[in-house]
């Protein structure tokens, strides 16, 4: 297998080159690739994702992500080089590139209580529309303003100085999102799927979306399904997380509730996560790149270790991946102050958190 390695800025380079030692050590027998992707390619030329970085994922099999910067607009621009201001590319952010143009659907992000073994689900986040479709705008275009002048507020700030972002909810998006979290249910030993909406609000949008839960529902009778409203399971998810296994959510809800349940687990540092597709994939720790911390030494390498694992998982080598997993759930339970990261309570560096795992998967 070919494994392209963006290791991306800020904190990613370090929690990369920590962490992949974990294949070797593991027996993986893959073929890694580099290839750049991030914030120094937006400074340099303007494009985070330049097009050799599309090539490499064009040419190998997924990709392993360490972290890349994204900065609102303004800030982005004052970046560039000056010959590359007068007319300035637009920044995307690189991840939402990868997810969109390689209809990367399913974004996974695995909770597991690593600490105490008391839950153990899945947030499958839709990864392509919903508040991340990119109708967001500022002005109102003038046909989407004929809807939105309605609203008292917008009337009275008038169309330049009102911002309207659409969220997405098609019948192909939800289909296919539903549909894949009842098949990882099964694969996963999960016997209920439950969706995160906002019926009492969003009433269009939820019909739709509660017409197509339902009718595939139908077709796995043995397992459980609910929607709930996102705040009361975000406040389940602290309260209650043994009850959960599947959790659907649209794009931004599942951010939200993803950093929620990385919250419960322990931090982002111990947070993975697989974005999948109907052929591609790419894989990457949840936290971002933490500029600040970049060099430092205080990175949690564990996050990147139990991404490897999801690779593992999904391309075929389960025993790997629970090798992996028990090495850093051993370390993670002994937390030993020199084995783990500041955010974990301990004193390690990175490298000497990763090193931790390395020894315990050599046994
Ligand atoms: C995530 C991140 C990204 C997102 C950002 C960096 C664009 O928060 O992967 O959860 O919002 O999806
Ligand atoms: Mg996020």
Redesign the pocket.
């Known amino acids: 297998m070919q494994l392209a390695v963006l290791p991306g800025d800020g904190i990613g380079p370090d929690v990369i080159n920590a962490a992949l030692p974990v294949i070797e050590t593991v027996g993986l027998p893959w073929a890694l690739e580099y290839g750049d992707v991030g914030w120094e390619c937006w400074r340099s030329g303007g494009d985070p994702v330049p097009p050799q970085t599309w090539e490499l994922l064009g040419k190998t099999d997924t990709c392993l992500l360490g972290a ?1 910067t ?1 900065k609102p607009a303004r800030e982005a621009e004052q970046e560039l080089p000056t010959c590359l201001r007068v007319n300035p590319p637009i920044y995307r ?1 690189p ?2 590139q990868l ?1 969109q143009n390689l209809g990367l659907y399913a ?1 996974v992000r695995p909770i597991r209580d690593l600490r105490n073994d008391q839950f153990n689900f899945v947030v499958i986040r839709e990864n392509t529309e919903g508040l ?1 479709a990119g109708l967001d705008f500022r002005p109102v275009p003038a046909d989407l303003w004929e809807h939105v002048r309605v609203h008292p507020n917008a009337a009275d700030s008038g169309r330049e100085e009102t911002a309207a972002t659409i969220r997405l909810q098609t019948r192909t998006g939800i289909e296919r999102l539903v549909r894949f979290g009842f098949a990882y249910a099964h694969s996963h030993g999960f016997d209920r799927v439950t969706v995160a909406d906002k019926p009492n609000v969003l009433r269009a949008s939820s019909t739709l979306l509660r017409g197509i839960v339902e009718s595939i529902a139908e077709e796995h009778p043995e397992i459980e399904v609910e929607i709930l409203n996102v705040d009361a399971l975000a406040l389940w998810m602290v309260t209650r997380p043994e009850r959960f296994g599947v959790i659907l959510a649209e ?1 931004m809800f599942g ?1 939200i509730l ?2 929620l349940g990385a919250g419960i687990m322990g931090g982002l540092g111990l947070a993975p ?1 697989a974005n999948l597709g109907s052929s591609g994939s790419y894989f ?1 720790p ?1 936290h ?1 790149s933490a500029p600040k911390m970049a060099g430092t030494g205080r990175a949690n390498p564990l996050a990147t270790i139990l991404t490897i694992a999801e690779i593992a998982e999904h391309h075929d080598f389960p025993r790997e991946a629970t090798t992996i997993r028990s090495a850093v759930r051993t370390v993670v339970e002994r937390r030993h102050s020199s084995d783990v990261t500041y955010d974990l309570g301990g004193t390690a560096t990175t490298t000497a958190a990763a090193n931790a795992v390395l020894k315990e998967i050599e046994r």
């Open positions: 890349i994204s952010s991840v939402i997810r974004n991340y794009n951010d993803s950093d996560s990457e949840v971002g």
